[in-house]
């Protein structure tokens, strides 16, 4: 099926960087999710983006919505330990509502 | 907040064993989802529920069923358990377009 491409696969950074990772698609999408996903637990939501150009935080994370609608983008900023998981982006496909396509994920470590 | 729970977060079973996993929530959502998550994968959809009794395929259904009685419940079911359906199972739920809620998870391993 289709898949979101997300990047990059993986980060390796000192604690207290800023971090920012992007999602591409080649269909438009009309909604952008955000995950995260700790180690052995399932992925939990952070932002929700439902539309183009919009820009939300969620303490020190901010994502946008791109504008062509092919992409989304996330930042984090002054990286602690506790943001170290995987990071997936999301969205309902064309025409698949209910459903979502996901990014394969970046696997974000973070050296104290 | 919204609660998704698994009935159990590890599992061992053994080859052609049938194996239930069991997902509740807890805010009334219509849609439910079941999906498989191995490493250099990602996530896969196996069976989603958009309402009690209905259910519809997802991207890998063989070798799975599924069971929605209940609004808050559905069931994963492997008819005959193999190893290659070793695997974390996620289940999530979700009542707006797009965003789904996540349960913590079953890591299921077939010897």
């Known amino acids: 099926g289709q898949q979101l491409n997300q990047s990059p696969q993986s980060m390796f950074i000192q604690e207290g960087e800023d971090v920012s990772m992007n999602c591409t698609s080649s269909?438009?999408?009309?909604?952008w999710l955000w995950y995260k996903q700790d180690p052995g637990e399932g992925p939990v939501l952070l932002i929700a983006?439902?539309?183009?150009?919009e820009l939300t935080s969620n303490g020190r994370l901010t994502a946008q919505f791109g504008i062509t609608r092919k992409d989304s983008f996330l930042n984090i900023s002054a990286s602690i330990p506790s943001d170290v998981g995987i990071y997936f982006c999301a969205g309902p496909p064309p025409g698949g509502a209910q459903k979502l396509v996901f990014g394969q994920g970046t696997r974000l470590t973070i050296n104290p | 907040d919204v609660k998704v729970t698994q009935s159990s977060r590890y599992l061992v079973k053994r080859t052609g064993e049938k194996v239930f996993l069991e997902c509740v929530q807890d805010m009334d959502h219509e849609n439910m989802f079941w999906y498989r998550q191995d490493p250099g994968l990602g996530l896969r959809l196996i069976y989603f529920s958009y309402d009690v009794k209905m259910k519809e395929k997802g991207d890998i259904p063989e070798g799975y069923s599924v069971s929605r009685e209940k609004k808050e419940r559905f069931s994963l079911i492997l008819e005959s358990a193999s190893t290659n359906q070793t695997s974390m199972y996620l289940c999530a739920s979700s009542l707006l377009v797009g965003e789904q809620y996540f349960g913590p998870g079953t890591r299921l391993t077939v010897t």
């Open positions: 269909s438009i999408f009309n909604t």
């Open positions: 983006l439902y539309k183009a150009g």
